[in-house]
Structure formats: C-alpha cells, structure tokens
Nanobody, 116 residues
Framework: EVQLVESGGGLVQPGGSLRLSCAAS????????MSWVRQTPGKGLEWVSG????????YYADSVQGRFTISRDNAKNTLYLQLNSLKTEDTAMYYC?????????WGKGTLVTISS
C-alpha cells in the first residue's frame, strides 16, 4: 500500500524557517518524481515544488522561488521541503504527492502557520 506521511509543520513567525518531511512507503520511491502542493481556504490548491526521481532537476512556483528548497533522500525514502523567509501568505496545509502522469497519491498533509 502506498503511503505518504508528512511531518514538520508548525507555527512560525514571519521570516522564520521550517523543514517539512514526507516519509514514503509501499512503492519504489527512487523511481518517481515527487512534488509538494499546498492548500489554503482562499486560494485552493497550489503546486509549490517538484523534484525528479534522481534529484537532478528541481522546480519551483514563482511564489516560493529562492525561499524554498526541495530535496530527497532515496536511501531513506524521504522527501523534504526547506522553507525559509516565511511569509504570512505561506500559511497552508502542505501535501507531498507522487507524480506519475498526474498526482496519483497524496499524503494527509502537515499544517504550516505563519503568524506573529
């Protein structure tokens, strides 16, 4: 059974940092591209970042370019998202998702709240 379990969310002040993790199981993690997607009540779903299966290519939404860094450890079956210089508009539920022609599996998410 494919499972994606996010962790690392929390309450952070503007300008702060967080590191999100996504533990994958039930499939050959190193064979799949992965992404982070976030959801806010007002904006709906927003793709944040993606990474190739070998981590040689990474992609970012304009809204997070230069502030967030996606990475993966295929030996640990884990996807990461480093969030720096956080803004109030980064407040959202963050999901990791497996990509195979579309986002076919999602985790349950981890909540990131940016507030002073």
């Amino acid at each position: 059974e494919v499972q994606l379990v996010e962790s690392g969310g929390g309450l952070v002040q503007p300008g702060g940092s967080l590191r999100l993790s996504c533990a994958a199981s039930g499939f050959s993690f190193s064979n799949y591209r992965m992404s982070w997607v976030r959801q806010t009540p007002g904006k709906g779903l927003e793709w944040v970042s993606g990474i190739s299966n070998t981590a040689d290519s990474t992609y970012y939404a304009d809204s997070v370019q230069g502030r967030f860094t996606i990475s993966r450890d295929n030996a640990k079956n884990t996807l990461y998202l480093q969030l720096n210089s956080l803004k109030t508009e980064d407040t959202a539920m963050y999901y990791c998702a497996r990509y195979f022609y579309n986002f076919d599996y999602w985790g349950k998410g981890t909540l990131v709240t940016i507030s002073s």
